[in-house]
């Protein structure tokens, strides 16, 4: 990726979803060598910073947002790493000292007192990263997002987004800005970009996973990795009584489209019983059911208690489920999305299924201009 000529400097309308903010083009700088020249000023210069990670911040939001965290102190700076949320235990071990705080509400500037510039990593949505966002039409600092997600002006907020959607993490963007800021990660540092890539990735073997991701990992080892301890901590970590859960969600196992479409669902209370972990024991099941071979894409339907229904989309590598997760009010990448929807199961479980078949019927017509795949199945 580096050096390709596809650096572009993209100026939309300004944001209008921020009350307060100042209505100046918004800047999208797109993947390229010189992607970073923007803001590596606005770094040297400032003194304060502010970083935070999506809401139910993943391994690769909480890893980006500590490895930032880390290159920026590194670098003299003060930092303040605030979340809306608190970090997910299993993921505890990226940030043993607890720095990572949790946003309170009307609590004033706080820890955006006399910041120089906000960094919000692995989205540019504002309605991802939860009641923090109400600080962006109060601060007068710039706004930065570095994200790898599929970019949706209509969603951004940020002054200056630079967003890569080719790189496999936003770990892999953040590991390119501290090399352009001359920093070699350290052993915290490191551990947080490859559990980043490293679960983005699904264990180096999704679709985006690219060589540079690779050789970034090869020297996340060499500052200290040791790859099959974050296996450990990420993956074998599942309680009896979330394996019990596993066997619920596939006894609700079902398929549709001639076995292209598979569905789970379970209910607020099998989840409330098991005491599991949603964020790990859902991607458990899909990637699971997804392995099924006729499966090209599978949605698990999870009920929150509000009247509210969790979906979570993943697909293989033909059906783009982003278009999908967006028409339900959600977003995500191209082939693993998710979507907060009002309703009972079986409502947004049909709202689910007529999405998918329009959008099949449209990205099917596309795909036969160019030869089928699973569409001619
Ligand atoms: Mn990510």
């Known amino acids: 990726m580096d050096g390709s000529k596809d650096d572009q400097t993209r100026v939309t309308g300004g944001s209008g979803k921020v009350p307060g903010r100042r209505k100046e083009a918004m800047k999208v700088i797109r993947s390229g060598r010189r992607m970073w020249d923007g803001i590596i000023p606005i770094i040297r210069r400032g003194e304060r ?30 930092v303040r790493a605030v979340n809306s949320d608190e970090p997910q235990p299993r993921l505890g071990f990226l940030d043993p000292r607890g720095t990572v705080e949790v946003y309170r509400p009307g609590s004033g500037d706080g820890a955006f007192a006399g910041c120089d510039a906000w960094f919000v990593v692995d989205t540019c949505a504002l309605s991802r990263i939860g009641a923090i966002g109400e600080m962006a039409g109060r601060i007068p600092c710039p706004v930065i997002v570095i994200d790898h997600h599929v970019f949706t002006p209509e969603e951004a907020f940020a002054d200056i987004n630079i967003v890569d959607e080719r790189a496999v993490a936003t770990a892999q963007m953040i590991y390119r800005l501290g090399r352009e800021l001359g920093c070699r990660p350290d052993r915290a540092t490191a551990l947080a970009l490859y559990t980043g890539i490293y679960t983005d990735s699904g264990g180096f073997v999704y ?14 080892m060499d500052a200290g990795v040791v790859p099959y301890k974050v296996f450990d901590r990420l993956f074998q970590t599942h309680t009896a009584a979330e394996a019990a859960l596993f066997g619920q969600a596939l006894n609700s196992l079902r398929f549709s489209q001639n076995g292209r479409v598979a569905w789970m669902t379970l209910t607020a209370r099998q ?6 972990d949603p ?5 458990v099941l899909l990637n699971y059911v997804r392995s099924v071979r006729t499966v090209e894409v599978v949605v698990l339907l999870r009920q929150l ?23 339900l009010g959600g977003g995500g990448h191209w082939f693993a999305a998710g979507a907060l929807v009002e309703g009972s199961l079986a409502r947004v479980q049909e709202k689910v299924k007529a999405s998918i ?19 001619e199945r």
């Open 279 to 283: 964020e790990g024991s859902e991607n």
């Open 49 to 78: 910073f502010v970083v935070t990670g999506h809401e139910h911040a993943d391994g690769d939001a909480l890893g980006s947002q500590i490895a930032l965290s880390g290159y920026l102190r590194r670098l003299g700076k003060r």
């Open 207 to 220: 679709t985006k996973m690219n060589a540079e991701a690779h050789r970034i990992t090869a020297d996340l």
């Open 357 to 375: 078949a329009r959008e099949w019927r449209r990205q099917c017509r596309a795909a036969r201009k160019g030869g089928g795949g699973p569409c």
């Open 305 to 327: 208690p509000a009247g509210r229904v969790k979906v979570s989309l993943r697909a293989k590598n033909f059906f783009k489920v982003s278009p999908v997760a967006r028409e």
């Open 271 to 276: 989840y409330a019983a098991s005491g599991a």
